[in-house]
Structures are given as C-alpha cells and as structure tokens.
C-alpha cells in the first residue's frame, strides 16, 4: 500500500510538472521541409513551409524572422551569405476550382449566390496588384453534371478579371444532363492537378496543388464508384490539398469529409455560401503563401552535417533539421 501511495504521488508531480511545461513553453510554429539540395561550390538550398499550430499557413515573415544553425551553432550572414525568398519567387501555386452544375443548381435560384460566392473565392486566393496578378497563384475553373467527363470553363491563370469573366457566363442552358457525376468529376480532378505538378517540375519549380469541389447533392451517374474516388484521392501527391464545399441538406457529408482531407465546409443554406467560400479561400491564400526557399553559403568544408532552420516571430517560435553533405565544399560561393 506505502508504495503504491509512493508511486501516485510521484506520478501525480510528473503530471503537473508535465503540465506546468505545457503552459511555460513559447507557442510552436510548424516548420516542415519539402525539398533540398546542395550544389558546389558550397550552396545549400532547402523548400520548406511555416504553419501556426492551427495548421494555418505563416505568410510574410521576413529575414529576420530566421536563425540558421549548423551542428547546433548559430552561424552570422557575415560567415554564411543567405537569402530567404518567399513562394512567388519558387513556387507554382495551381488551383483548380471544381463546380457542380448540375440540373439541381442550374435550375434553381441558386445559380446567382454561386456565382457570387465564386467571384469571392477568386478575390481571396489571387493576389490583386493590377489586372494581372503579379504572384504564383494561378487558377483554373472546371464544371461537372452526369457527363462523363469535367468540361473546363477558364484555362489556368493568374487575370482575376478572366476568371470572374468566366464565372458571369455560367447560364442554364450550359448542362444537357441533370444527373450528378461527383465521383468521377473527383477522379479526373486528382489526373488534372497531378499534371499541374508535373509541368512545374519541367520548369524547374516546386509545385503545389488545391482542389475545391463544390456539390450541393451525391453522385447519381453511377459512373464511378465511392471507393474509386476516395482511392484516387488517398493515393495523390501529398502536394495536392483537397477542400470540399457542400451546400443543402441532400450533400452525403462524411464523403465529402474523406474528399475535402485537407478541409470540408458546408452551407446550410444559399445564404451562407458567400462565407464558406471566403472560409475556404482564406486557408488556400495562407497556404499558398506559408513556403519559403532558404539559399546559403555554407562555412563547413567537409562531412556530414546538421542544419535547423529556426523561425521567431514575436512570441511564436518553430525549427526543423536536416542533414547535407559539405564533401568538397570551397569558399567561392556565391548567392544571386
């Protein structure tokens, strides 16, 4: 009984000892690393992105905002030359906006709240300096009914005015089939985004994808099955991020949670679909705009070693580390 006593005791302290850490310790910022790379004669370049630990993209730090360690030490830029670049410098940022318009939208009073809510989302996501966005975000708009196929309305771009033009021409009598053909329009989504990574990489860029679906009902064409969908789905890129948007009381909302992996949304009503897309858009524009490419003159001349990138800003603090090889490093290394 005396040790049993003992050892509650001594468990109950490591618990409020646990906790009090908990509320002592600076909040964390999520640093992830997407890709690196070294060159000679000493260039180490790291892709990375800064989430809050809500998951939310981290925009606008500035240099400042970083140490750079190598093997635990912090190094000056007097001893390593660097320079962090933002997302639109490296970065293609593809959207794909995927609408249902099916009899059921089309039909209804519906159709003018879509439109509207769209032209929103086109705002959040797009940079607007001038008619043409000067940043990585590009977006293209697509549609699906009971067709077999998704039917593009806008080729990929950057122009808000093209974008929002595109939607303002979405009429009735566009759809020759009232059915729904979600899965499938799920399906072809996944191959169109994948391509989208793949034409980054021949441009020598990181790519990153969004998906957005929105639906106000299920799949009715039959032509795919739930499965098949959910499959392409899970077996994506990582660097595509799925979002789904219901609206109405006839969506099958736990699908549409597997679809939307990254984030789901529903409307009750027409009304609040204004909102739920700005919602939406608001997570896409943070993410888009949350990956940094760190280039930098490394001091070390051989081995193997550990690099952290450590990001402050105010009270918010987040590191990651990694491991690159300084074989055959030399000091005539430059950053352009």
Known sequence: ??????????????????????????????????????????????????????????????????????????????????????????????????????????????????????????DEVVPSEGEVSAGAVKVEIWWFDGSQNIKQLQPITSNTTTLKNAIDNINASMSSDNSTNLYGAV?????????????SQELDKFGSNSVVIFTDGTDQANRSTKGQALEAVRKADPSISFYTIGLGGEIDEPVLKEIGKTSFVSAVNIGELLDK?????????????????????????????????????????GSAKTIFDASDFNGSCNIQ
């Open 187 to 199: 399906i072809q989504s996944v191959g169109i985004a994948t391509q989208r990574l793949g034409q």
């Open 1 to 122: 009984m005396r040790f049993t006593a003992v050892l509650m005791t001594a468990l109950i302290f490591m618990l409020i000892q646990s906790c009090s850490g908990d509320n002592d310790t600076t909040p964390q910022l999520q640093v992830t690393i997407e890709n690196q790379f070294t060159n000679l004669p000493s260039n180490v370049s790291v892709f990375f992105k800064v989430q809050d630990g809500a998951g939310k993209g981290k925009a606008g730090l500035k240099e400042s905002d970083f140490n750079i360690y190598e093997n635990g030490s912090l190094i000056s830029e007097f001893e390593a030359v660097r320079k962090i670049q933002p997302n639109e410098k490296v970065l293609d940022y593809n959207i794909m906006l995927l609408l249902d318009l099916s009899g059921s939208i089309l039909s209804s009073q519906n159709l003018a709240p879509l439109k509207s809510a769209a032209k929103s989302f086109i």
């Open 277 to 317: 897309f700005k919602e939406i858009g608001d997570l896409i524009n943070g993410k888009a705009n949350s990956y940094y490419l760190l280039e930098y003159c490394s001091p070390k001349r051989s081995g193997s070693n550990q690099l952290t990138i450590e990001v402050v800003q105010g009270n918010l603090k």
